[in-house]
């Protein structure tokens, strides 16, 4: 014990300071494994945190790719906010043959669930040799349920969209319709295909809705009463031309293209070109008036037959008189329209012609849009025979729109299908003047009044129009059928809005006095539908019987005088 | 040295039990906001359907008929809209005749 209490020896201090030595390396040894783990720590703790903080967010955003599909293609609504066409989301039925357990038993489940498809065709479909192949396109929930709970291998269902019109046939003209896979194929859902899909707010379009049922219902009507083959109908609104209502019958089921005929998807309204008749006099009085070649109380004499070329042309209701333009216009006088025009010659004619818009295709929001038949070479021949409305085929959209600016003060604007904001009216181009078009309101007044179109004649409207009733071309030759226009407008001491009406082939029958003219099959249909659509498009009625002006009473002395 | 340990280690199972808890909520809150969406997206595919219902209901053709069942309803005439000067002076008329009546009002012929 002793010899331990002995101060350290040499040998001792030696090992003290070899000790110190591995002490130090010890340390340093200590502090790098210290510094390594914890910074392997920190790694791991960091990363730990981020996992628990951060990764929530990525997870969300795959979880919810799923529930998060939109709606692709927008509603369109009529100028009240009622929905015309809309997207539902369904599902579709499709299989993986390669999956399919027993194709035979497989399609007679099917075939059960879904009476509309055949055993035969679904076996075959699920026999072949691809990897897809769609059973039905837009289930029903019902039938979605019913298959789903058939638990059948190999059968799948893929969420799609099916494009609704809940109005049926009723805008099947203006809206057109969309194919299976939801591409537009005509009408406003082709124009606007890009954009409805583009843009998720509704397309706002000009369209009435209620009036747009009146004015179907009413020349459907008349068609069948006259059993007539076609109708179309227009109402714009005069100041803006906007198109309120549109119709050509026959029409079709958006929802059932397959099963349409062809010419029921023909929209008469924009495709089809006519040679329009007397409606086409409206034109060729306010061009010969604002030409200033014909003033309104120029007289022609009428009582003779004209000879255009190899054709004697005649009155269709003969005056033996020397007429002023009223009596012309009321009696609707093919030769004083024809005296009219070599007053204001072949170039003035055509280039007024041209400011109406009437030698080119509309602009307008669909794809049916037809380019109207000019003649080639434009000779006096043409232009006599174009002033009472043969000779020039247009569209009844281009005449409606044409016929809007000779009475809103003179101002022709691109007709629309799409709503114009209050207060973006398109400025126009002004084709006649401000008196030009009031002498049209009095003379278009007129004619309802006193002449061809009063059984358009509505009590409280003061409507005015012109009919016109235009014998067919079949096979290169006039027939004895016609199509018979009217094309009106009201209240015509400041016009609101313009009615077109439009039968084709009429037969003449007791209702009618046996006639199949404009005066008698489409001026009822405009009263009608004046009569039962003013009140919703705001046109106050007048009291008075019959409207009047100044310059209307003038045209009326006159133009009654020799006959009454 | 011992206390700086013993801070550290309540400090971390602090840290830790305090971001578990955040973690949760926000896992939770999550899980919430999906079932949310789902449903707004459930109900907006709901509204959508019946709007088209709506549209699909409301067609003119239909509402004419049941009305002829069942209202009897006629299209608005034109001498059913009258001028509000003209029911101003409807009024009044009748309020002179009713004044006439309680005898407030002399009439010219005298009685």
Same mark, same amino acid.
């Given at each position: 014990?002793?010899?331990?209490?002995?101060?350290?020896?040499?040998?001792?201090?030696?090992?003290?300071?070899?000790?110190?030595?591995?002490?130090?390396?010890?340390?340093?040894?200590?502090?790098?494994?210290?510094?390594?783990?914890?910074?392997?720590?920190?790694?791991?703790?960091?990363?730990?945190?981020?996992?628990?903080?951060?990764?929530?967010?990525?997870?969300?955003?795959?979880?919810?790719?799923?529930?998060?599909?939109?709606?692709?293609?927008?509603?369109?609504?009529?100028?009240?906010?009622?929905?015309?066409?809309?997207?539902?989301?369904? $599902?579709?039925?499709?299989?993986?043959?390669?999956?399919?357990?027993?194709?035979?038993?497989?399609?007679?489940?099917?075939?059960?669930?879904?009476?509309?498809?055949?055993?035969?065709?679904?076996?075959?479909?699920?026999?072949?040799?691809?990897?897809?192949?769609?059973?039905?396109?837009?289930?029903?929930?019902?039938? $979605?349920?019913?298959?789903?709970?058939?638990?059948?291998?190999?059968?799948?269902?893929?969420?799609?969209?099916?494009?609704?019109?809940?109005?049926?046939?009723?805008?099947?003209?203006?809206?057109?319709?969309?194919?299976?896979?939801?591409?537009?194929?005509?009408?406003?859902?082709?124009?606007?295909?890009?954009?409805?899909?583009?843009?998720?707010?509704?397309?706002?379009?000009?369209?009435?809705?209620?009036?747009?049922? /009146?004015?179907?219902?009413?020349?459907?009507?008349?068609?069948? $009463?006259?059993?007539?083959?076609?109708?179309?109908?227009?109402?714009?609104?005069?100041?803006?031309?906007?198109?309120?209502?549109?119709?050509?019958?026959?029409?079709?089921?958006?929802?059932?293209?397959?099963?349409?005929?062809?010419?029921?998807?023909?929209?008469?309204?924009?495709?089809?070109?006519?040679?329009?008749?007397?409606?086409?006099?409206?034109?060729?009085?306010?061009?010969?008036?604002?030409?200033?070649?014909?003033?309104?109380?120029?007289?022609?004499?009428?009582?003779?037959? /004209?000879?255009?070329?190899?054709?004697?042309?005649?009155?269709?209701?003969?005056?033996? /008189?020397?007429?002023?333009?009223?009596?012309?216009?009321?009696?609707?006088?093919?030769?004083?329209?024809?005296?009219?025009?070599?007053?204001?010659?072949?170039?003035?004619?055509?280039?007024?012609?041209?400011?109406?818009?009437?030698?080119?295709?509309?602009?307008?929001?669909?794809?049916?849009?037809?380019?109207?038949?000019?003649?080639?070479?434009?000779?006096?021949?043409?232009?006599?025979?174009?002033?009472?409305?043969?000779? /020039?085929?247009?569209?009844?959209?281009?005449?409606?729109?044409?016929?809007?600016?000779?009475?809103?003060?003179?101002?022709?604007?691109?007709?629309?299908?799409?709503?114009?904001?209050?207060?973006?009216?398109?400025?126009?181009?002004?084709?006649?003047?401000?008196?030009?078009?009031?002498?049209?309101?009095?003379?278009?007044?007129?004619?309802?009044?006193?002449?061809?179109?009063?059984?358009?004649?509505?009590?409280?409207?003061?409507?005015?129009?012109?009919?016109?009733?235009?014998?067919?071309?079949?096979?290169?030759?006039?027939?004895?059928?016609?199509?018979?226009?009217?094309?009106?407008?009201?209240?015509?001491?400041?016009?609101?809005?313009?009615?077109?009406?439009?039968?084709?082939?009429?037969?003449?029958?007791?209702?009618?006095?046996?006639?199949?003219?404009?005066?008698?099959?489409?001026?009822?249909?405009?009263?009608?539908?004046?009569?039962?659509?003013?009140?919703?498009?705001?046109?106050?009625?007048?009291?008075?019987?019959?409207?009047?002006?100044?310059?209307?009473?003038?045209?009326?002395?006159?133009?009654?005088?020799?006959?009454? | 040295?011992?206390?700086?340990?013993?801070?550290?280690?309540?400090?971390?199972?602090?840290?830790?039990?305090?971001?578990?808890?955040?973690?949760?909520?926000?896992?939770?809150?999550?899980?919430?906001?999906?079932?949310?969406?789902?449903?707004?997206?459930?109900?907006?595919?709901?509204?959508?359907?019946?709007?088209?219902?709506?549209?699909?209901?409301?067609?003119?053709?239909?509402?004419?008929?049941?009305?002829?069942?069942?209202?009897?309803?006629?299209?608005?005439?034109?001498?059913?809209?009258?001028?509000?000067?003209?029911?101003?002076?409807?009024?009044?008329?009748?309020?002179?005749?009713?004044?006439?009546?309680?005898?407030?009002?002399?009439?010219?012929?005298?009685?």
């Amino acid at each position: 014990m002793k010899e331990l209490r002995n101060p350290p020896s040499a040998l001792n201090a030696n090992r003290v300071k070899k000790a110190a030595v591995s002490d130090d390396m010890a340390k340093t040894r200590l502090t790098i494994v210290m510094v390594g783990f914890i910074v392997a720590f920190l790694v791991i703790g960091g990363r730990l945190g981020q996992l628990m903080l951060l990764s929530p967010e990525d997870e969300s955003e795959f979880v919810n790719a799923g529930i998060k599909e939109e709606i692709a293609r927008a509603d369109i609504v009529d100028r009240n906010g009622v929905i015309l066409a809309t997207s539902l989301v369904t $599902q579709s039925l499709y299989v993986n043959p390669k999956n399919v357990i027993s194709p035979e038993i497989t399609a007679k489940q099917l075939a059960q669930v879904l009476p509309d498809l055949k055993y035969e065709t679904v076996l075959t479909k699920l026999k072949s040799q691809q990897g897809f192949a769609w059973i039905k396109r837009n289930l029903t929930p019902q039938q $979605q349920s019913a298959v789903y709970e058939m638990g059948l291998p190999g059968i799948g269902f893929q969420r799609e969209e099916k494009r609704v019109y809940p109005h049926g046939s009723l805008f099947s003209h203006v809206l057109g319709c969309t194919n299976v896979d939801n591409k537009g194929v005509s009408g406003i859902e082709k124009y606007f295909d890009e954009a409805l899909i583009s843009d998720k707010s509704p397309l706002e379009l000009s369209i009435d809705m209620r009036v747009q049922h /009146i004015l179907k219902s009413e020349i459907q009507e008349k068609m069948k $009463q006259f059993k007539a083959i076609g109708g179309a109908g227009l109402i714009m609104k005069v100041d803006t031309s906007e198109v309120v209502a549109m119709c050509s019958l026959p029409d079709y089921n958006p929802h059932e293209i397959a099963k349409t005929a062809p010419e029921n998807m023909f929209n008469m309204v924009t495709s089809g070109v006519y040679e329009v008749g007397s409606s086409m006099k409206i034109l060729t009085t306010a061009l010969a008036l604002e030409s200033g070649a014909v003033k309104i109380n120029s007289r022609f004499d009428i009582s003779e037959p /004209i000879r255009v070329g190899r054709f004697k042309i005649r009155d269709y209701h003969p005056k033996k /008189i020397v007429a002023d333009i009223p009596q012309i216009f009321l009696h609707s006088s093919n030769i004083g329209m024809i005296h009219m025009v070599k007053a204001v010659g072949v170039p003035a004619h055509q280039d007024y012609l041209k400011k109406f818009g009437l030698l080119q295709a509309p602009i307008l929001e669909l794809p049916e849009v037809g380019a109207p038949i000019v003649p080639g070479e434009w000779k006096e021949l043409n232009s006599m025979s174009m002033a009472y409305g043969y000779g /020039i085929c247009i569209s009844p959209m281009q005449i409606s729109n044409a016929v809007c600016s000779t009475i809103n003060g003179g101002i022709l604007r691109r007709p629309t299908l799409l709503k114009i904001k209050e207060g973006h009216k398109d400025p126009g181009i002004r084709v006649v003047s401000e008196k030009t078009s009031h002498t049209m309101r009095n003379l278009l007044r007129l004619v309802v009044q006193h002449g061809t179109g009063r059984n358009a004649k509505a009590m409280g409207y003061d409507i005015g129009g012109k009919t016109g009733t235009a014998e067919k071309v079949v096979n290169g030759k006039y027939s004895r059928d016609n199509i018979v226009t009217f094309i009106s407008a009201f209240p015509m001491s400041d016009p609101k809005y313009l009615v077109m009406v439009m039968v084709d082939k009429p037969k003449g029958n007791k209702d009618s006095h046996g006639f199949a003219t404009a005066g008698w099959i489409a001026a009822p249909i405009v009263k009608n539908v004046v009569a039962r659509s003013a009140s919703m498009l705001g046109v106050t009625p007048i009291e008075e019987e019959e409207a009047t002006s100044p310059e209307y009473e003038i045209f009326k002395a006159n133009a009654l005088v020799e006959h009454h | 040295m011992k206390l700086v340990t013993f801070i550290f280690v309540i400090g971390s199972i602090l840290f830790g039990v305090v971001l578990f808890q955040v973690k949760y909520r926000v896992s939770s809150l999550e899980s919430q906001l999906q079932v949310v969406e789902k449903k707004i997206a459930d109900n907006q595919e709901i509204i959508k359907v019946c709007q088209a219902e709506w549209s699909y209901l409301t067609q003119p053709d239909r509402l004419q008929k049941l009305s002829d069942q069942f209202l009897g309803l006629k299209p608005l005439l034109h001498n059913q809209v009258v001028d509000l000067y003209e029911v101003m002076r409807v009024v009044e008329e009748e309020n002179l005749v009713q004044a006439v009546l309680q005898g407030h009002v002399v009439s010219g012929e005298g009685s």
